[in-house]
């Protein structure tokens, strides 16, 4: 029970932290671009000080940043519509204010968006036929002019308070020389996949504030530092064993050069004591960045050596080396101690295994991927896309997709491979997810009815060959005639259980004979006339329950498009919303 309890918290935090980092990651290339223009261009302190390009900076930083920050918080929350509102609502944080207010923005945003899509809610029902449009259009204009002087008056006041005490304790931190003795809790948060949570979440909004007012920020490293990764990697190549010591040189270009941090993760999970390593070397790092006055005018994502040295600023070039210099030489002696005082077996893929049935032991459970991948080759059939999830959606996942993918090509299996971040999976058949094992919990949740696969490490997996395998021995056994019941066409009446529904429903904006609005209209007046008195309702396609209880009525194009988002729902396909014989064969049926 206490296991089960520490696992929920730890998802919790991760979708928190996710939910923060959402925010920012999809905005990471515009703070590069304005860091870059700070860096160069910025007068006086640039490298090649222009007046006019200058001009850029300060509304690049006040207005575009947070608006954007502000837009994906509201789009999370409710697509397209709450990122319209996101923006109008964060508007009402910046407005009055020269301090850039990035945690205003991720306030707003998502707060903006859950307000419209609780009025949406509460009023959709109620809009009379014909009306849809101005319902949508006045709803959210109204309900953002409220939420933006609401922001105005009393986020934007907080939020500058805040602000400015926040900026006020990092000073003094520094002042101290205390701020290294925050890797104390950023290393270890790291290695439990919330390194994204933490760089992109909290140490981005605040380093971009400090970089504003002094010009740099030694906060843009803290937790980007490959020095720690690299150092453990670099005590694996001549102190591990078996599988861990020949995979490490590799993982260990792939972290420092390519800023994927992931990738040593599962090193550190494997003997938990190095994690006294990685916070020695995060705090080693600190402490040089700090006494060396090293900074970086924008955030280095990824966190690579190559992206540090491009967003460094200008006078900080040293400080910034020997910080990720001393961070990699104080780990790997702190890993060296630990790895050749170790006993134990250190194969890294035996190691991954072990704990993957560990943890699925403590939950009184197997997990799916093990009853997927190895009881039975069938389980594959209805299989028609992989897709690899990690906390960002950017660099292991796509590192490992792209082996995945490889290995499919010379399989000759054409199946698509793609890749994505854990809060951005959708619940559609024929889904495999692959994904970390720390992350396992938040890809079930997401997407219940898929297949799941977790392992321990993206680029060096025994899973994948036995994923091939399985697919492999489908194409062996395709030539048997399958065991299949006759069924009806997909989308014919007799397939629906009418006993079941509770609710007709047209799918709005359908582009195809007849609009879904008027459609809608039409049945619910036959309906009424009939004595029958199942709701019927026009939505948009993403704000289905995936139940039977809901009767789809749609034309063939449109059911392509709910085909790969719901598995349960019951479907009737006709070519004509507004006249097809089907649609009074259908209210016959109904109880």
């Given at each position: ?452 696969v977790a392992v321990g490490n993206f680029l060096s997996s025994p899973k994948y060959d036995a994923i091939v395998a ?122």
């Amino acid at each position: 029970m206490a296991q089960a309890k520490k696992s929920s918290v730890k998802v919790k935090v991760q979708k928190f932290g996710t939910a923060l980092s959402g925010m920012i990651m999809p905005n990471i290339g515009a703070i590069i671009a304005w860091g870059l223009t700070a860096a160069i261009f910025m007068t006086p302190n640039g490298w090649f000080p222009n007046a006019q390009i200058n001009k850029l900076v300060q509304p690049m930083l006040i207005y575009l940043l947070p608006l954007l920050i502000g837009y994906t918080g509201g789009r999370m929350v409710d697509d397209e519509r709450g990122a319209v509102i996101g923006a109008i609502g964060t508007l009402g944080v910046i407005v009055g204010t020269t301090q850039p207010m990035f945690l205003g923005a991720m306030i707003m945003g998502p707060l903006s968006g859950w307000c419209l899509k609780k009025l949406d809610n509460l009023c959709r029902d109620k809009i009379k036929s014909g009306f849809e449009m101005i319902y949508n259009n006045f709803s959210l204009g109204i309900l953002g002019m409220i939420l933006a002087i609401f922001a105005y008056f009393i986020i934007n006041p907080i939020m500058m308070w805040g602000s400015h005490w926040a900026s006020v304790g990092v000073d003094a931190i520094i002042r101290v020389h205390l701020l290294p003795l925050a890797n104390i809790i950023i290393e270890p948060a790291k290695v439990l996949f919330l390194n994204n949570a933490i760089g992109n979440g909290i140490l981005v909004p605040l380093g971009i504030q400090q970089a504003s007012e002094v010009g740099k920020s030694v906060l843009f490293l803290m937790e980007s530092n490959p020095g720690p990764g690299l150092g453990i990697l670099l005590a694996f190549m001549f102190f591990g064993k078996g599988n861990s010591k020949s995979s490490a040189p590799g993982a260990a270009i792939i972290e420092f050069f390519g800023g994927v941090h992931e990738i040593y993760f599962p090193y550190v999970l494997m003997k938990p004591s190095l994690i006294i390593a990685a916070i020695c070397g995060g705090v080693t790092g600190t402490a040089l960045f700090t006494a060396l006055n090293g900074g970086l005018k924008a955030a280095a994502s990824p966190g690579s050596i190559l992206a540090i040295l491009l967003v460094s600023a200008k006078g900080s070039y040293f400080g910034n080396i020997i910080g990720v210099i001393g961070a990699a030489i104080v780990s790997f002696i702190v890993a060296a101690i630990i790895l050749k005082n170790d006993k134990g077996d250190g194969d890294l893929a035996a190691k991954q295994k072990e704990m993957q049935s560990m943890k699925a032991e403590s939950k009184g459970q197997q997990m799916p991927s093990e009853q997927s991948a190895h009881e039975s080759v069938q389980s594959y059939a209805d299989i028609n896309k992989v897709i690899f999830a990690c906390d960002a959606g950017m660099g292991s996942s796509a590192m490992g997709a792209s082996l995945l993918r490889d290995k499919f090509k010379k399989a000759g299996i054409k199946i698509p491979v793609t890749n994505t971040a854990v809060r951005n999976l959708k619940d559609e058949p024929g889904l495999l997810v692959v994904t970390q094992e720390e992350l396992a919990d938040r890809a079930l949740q997401k997407t219940p009815n898929a297949m799941h696969v977790a392992v321990g490490n993206f680029l060096s997996s025994p899973k994948y060959d036995a994923i091939v395998a399985n697919f492999k021995a489908l194409t062996q056994v395709s030539d048997k005639p399958k065991q299949t019941k006759k069924e009806k066409p997909a989308g014919s009446i007799d397939n629906v259980d009418f006993s079941k529904v509770k609710e007709i429903d047209f799918i709005r904006h359908d582009q195809h004979i007849g609009s879904s609005t008027m459609a809608r209209s039409l049945f619910e007046a036959a309906m009424k006339k009939a004595g029958k008195d199942i709701p019927v309702k026009a939505i948009r396609i993403n704000e289905l329950d995936d139940d039977p209880s809901h009767l789809v009525i749609v034309t063939p194009a449109a059911k392509k498009n709910l085909a790969v988002r719901y598995s349960d729902i019951q479907i009737v396909v006709v070519n004509d919303l507004l006249k097809d014989k089907k649609l009074q064969e259908i209210i016959e049926k109904l109880n």
